[in-house]
């Protein structure tokens, strides 16, 4: 049990450090939160990535001069990422050779009776830690403005596990090694289909497949990086002076490759005195989107008098596909 102590503390000090050496807690801090950029990482430090569709591997580390790194393209995005911060765990710690199965799911990586080898250990808190820090969990919700009631709330943890890049499952987990909930809410939290929390979300809105994520947008996420699959839908919600003849204009969203699915006002409380409502608009990629878009509020007649503006980047690209990982893909990490 004392090895297995000595193995999760190694995994968690190496993430830690890994994180100080690159500098990506100063870089998240700078842009006010995102998701921790594992492949990005991987690549920083050197070793190939490949994505190609594995049968009964989630991924694989190869050692070598020039190490390799191998993930599945048959699981969803938040589990390539996971099985990639377990393979960048093995990279880091300079382990021998490792074939991954989906049993690195299940495992619980802060148990120290576990019977699973030293390097295995040690990759999985590495993994759970890289991906998830306290600090960065920290960073989220202060950006967002969720009191700690929040995170027992279902919407809540799933719009999280969205920033964080991490399945409602995990994220579920993390939110109670962090102490952020006790044991009872995250398993009432477990007992909610991530199906049902999109289905309220969208309110009456049926999309063609339930897996793709759905993501609410506020003037919060301003300037923020967007990184999920190819055909997610987004629900922006933003204060709108319609009283005073200001409305919101999306059209970038059609020229970025976003269909407009949903454009509805609300109005509640004392918002609605002097017109000032909520609009609600919800937008789904058709495809592979990179790209910016800003959204401005201004009157129709005098579009050069912009009353607010919401500026978000979208990289809409999973889960990854087969090949190897698009090395100008590593956003700032090179300068570092």
Known sequence: MADGRAAILAGVQAAHRLHRDLGLKENLERSGGGRMDVFGTIAKLGATLMFQPLDKLLGAYVPAEEAGILITTKRTLP??????????????????????????????????????????KEADAFASIFLAPPWLLALIVKRQGWVPECLADPETVYQLSLRLGTSYRATCYILERHKTIVRKQRDELLSIEPKEIKRAILDGYEPSDWRSDVWILTDRDENLLVEGGRHDLFVVRLRENSGAGYLWNFDELKTAGFALVADDQEMGGDESVGG?????????????????????????????????????????????????????????????
């Not at 300079?94 to 299940?106: A, F, N, Q, T, V």
């Open 79 to 120: 589990v390539q990422r996971f099985t990639a911060a377990h393979e960048l765990g093995h990279l880091y710690m300079r382990h021998e050779p490792s074939l991954d199965d989906k049993g690195i799911l299940g495992r619980a990586p802060f148990s120290v009776s576990s019977k699973i080898d030293r390097q295995e």
């Open 276 to 336: 000032q409502l909520t609009r609600v608009l919800t937008a789904q990629s058709k495809g592979r989107v990179s790209s910016d878009v800003t959204f401005k509020e201004h009157r129709p007649w005098t579009p050069e008098k912009v009353l607010q503006e919401l500026h978000l980047r979208y990289e809409l690209r999973g889960p990854e596909e087969p090949g190897m990982w698009e090395p100008e893909r590593v956003r700032g990490l090179q300068a570092a």
